[in-house]
């Protein structure tokens, strides 16, 4: 590869309408004359995926400052000054795919499309994760630093990037903690990505390895949804301080790493040939948000009381626009649950907005090896689960499956 002293502009995204251009020394032109031409090493193969990571990581200069302060913004060296190496690292890894060498983060890259500037935010990310003393993620000032955003359009177009839109953030790739001061914020590249990028070792899509237990299971299906909860009912007005997730539009939303992590979960649970969870949700042919619901009305079938609040089910399992449409979707009788007889309500003559909603014995049955019933103390008169004395008792009767629209006491009343 020859280099001299002519420049291209790469043009390598925008936002607002400003383009985030990089100077590269452009290939196979004559010198001008009287230029002086420096020696340029010779294109070699990466001999393996981590020779590959760390000459690439060594192109955004050093981790930190050598007083371990921020590096300032006027102190940002220009990607000018390292479009060479970029260059001879691009031969380089061109090289290394050509002769059959695996690189798991490049692969990455090209399935994905990533151009330069995600290339070297994820470069950033994938180094930070990698660093024993990172603290978890990098700070703003740190990545800026890293891609050169020596100027203002430069560092307008990487923070849309992270915090507006693009690739990244569609593969919730990238993780954030908004602090509101940016001199504090953190970002993260998504952990379970970490091992897949570096060695290839991994799910790419963060899907857990199945577990055959099946007490296991369920008590892994609890703490997710428990998470869930927590992170739906987390005091807004005060500053998130967790790790979040890319929202549905710009910004950030620290319900949406903890979905995630349970949609994960149930993922791995279909893909087992021997789950039972995994065959009840392949029985109904559930499908994200679906599949949510089904999991916070499972683990509420576990206590007692049993029963959830419709619009409380709806937040849970995620924004809605349209509260009403949302609930007939999931829980009326053309959603997948409702024909699968799989939930009962607390009354039929109200909107579905204004019921309680359970999961019905036999649906409940099928993903547990064991019934509501097996381990009470003191079944009720009726042979209903036990539950506190609340005045308003929700379970199942002993009249039968027809029978379990209403508990007894909501008969009573009724």
Request: contains cysteine; glycine residues 8%; negative net charge.
């Amino acid at each position: 590869m020859t280099t001299n002293n002519t420049t291209k502009v790469l043009d390598v995204g925008k936002s607002n309408g400003e383009s985030f251009p990089l100077a590269e020394p452009a290939q196979g032109e004559a010198p001008a004359e009287g230029a002086t031409v420096a020696s340029t090493p010779q294109i070699t193969r990466f001999e393996n995926a981590l020779q590959y990571l760390e000459a690439w990581f060594n192109l955004l200069g050093p981790n930190r400052e050598a007083d371990e302060s921020p590096a300032a913004l006027s102190r940002i060296p220009s990607f000018e000054e390292r479009t060479g190496h970029f260059g001879y690292l691009s031969a380089c890894t061109a090289a290394s795919v050509e002769a059959g060498v695996k690189l798991p983060l490049e692969e990455f890259i090209s399935k994905h499309e990533l151009d330069v500037v995600d290339r070297l935010i994820l470069l950033a990310l994938l180094r930070a994760a990698l660093d024993p003393v990172s603290e978890g993620g990098i700070k703003l000032v740190y990545l800026l630093r890293a891609l050169g955003a020596d100027s203002l359009s430069r560092r307008a177009a990487v923070i849309s990037r992270l915090d507006e839109a693009g690739v990244m953030r569609d593969l919730c790739a990238i993780h954030c903690i908004p602090l509101a001061n940016m001199n504090e914020r953190i970002y993260r590249l998504a952990p379970w990505l970490v091992g897949p990028l570096t060695t290839g070792e991994g799910d790419v899509e963060g899907i857990p390895v199945q577990i055959p237990d099946p007490i296991e299971a369920i008590d892994k299906i609890s703490a997710e949804v428990g998470n869930v909860f927590g992170a739906v009912k987390i005091d807004t007005t005060q500053q998130v301080t967790i790790w979040s997730g890319p929202a549905s539009g710009a910004g950030w939303d620290h319900t949406v790493l903890r979905r995630r992590r349970l949609a994960a979960r149930l993922e791995s649970f279909a893909r087992s040939d021997g789950s039972a969870v995994g065959a009840e949700l392949s029985r109904l042919g559930l499908e994200r948000e679906e599949r949510l619901c089904w999991a916070m009305l499972f683990v509420d079938g576990l206590e007692n009381p049993v029963g959830i609040p419709v619009p409380r089910l709806l937040r849970y399992c995620g924004p809605v626009t349209d509260p009403e449409a949302a609930a007939a979707r999931l829980l009326g009788p053309d959603s997948k649950l409702g024909r699968g007889d799989c939930v009962r309500f607390n009354r039929a003559d109200t909107p579905l907005l204004r019921r309680i909603v359970w999961m019905t014995r036999d649906a409940h049955a099928r993903a547990v090896p064991w019934s509501r019933e097996d381990f009470a103390v003191a079944p009720g008169p009726m042979g209903e689960p036990p539950a506190p004395n609340t005045g308003r008792v929700m379970g199942f009767d002993a009249q039968g499956v027809a029978a379990e629209g209403l508990s007894r006491l909501a008969r009573g009343a009724a």
